[in-house]
């Protein structure tokens, strides 16, 4: 992975991040947490999607990639959501 890739994927992760809080109110984690959560989605989404055949393409690869990443980001967030109210 070339430094410039790592740079995208990280701005990819930390967009999909906001837009997972957004979408997710009353899971989130804050900015921080969500923008972290964001990029450790984008890993989880990178690697579960297409392991269960979900493919699809949006406009063009980048934004793609911020739905997949917004995708992982989400169920992510909601996961840790179940765990935080299961305590």
């Known amino acids: 992975m070339t430094t410039e ?28 947490g969500n923008l972290v959560v964001g990029v450790v989605g984008a890993l989880l989404a990178g690697w579960l ?12 690869p980048l934004v793609t990639s911020i739905v997949y990443a917004t995708i992982g980001a989400v169920v992510l967030l909601v996961l840790i959501g179940f765990v935080r109210r299961a305590r």
């Open 5 to 32: 890739s790592l740079v995208i994927f990280i701005l990819v992760g930390l967009a999909a991040g906001f837009l997972a809080g957004v979408l997710v109110r009353g899971y989130g984690l804050g900015l921080v």
């Open 49 to 60: 999607l297409p392991r269960v055949g979900v493919s699809f393409s949006v406009v063009n």
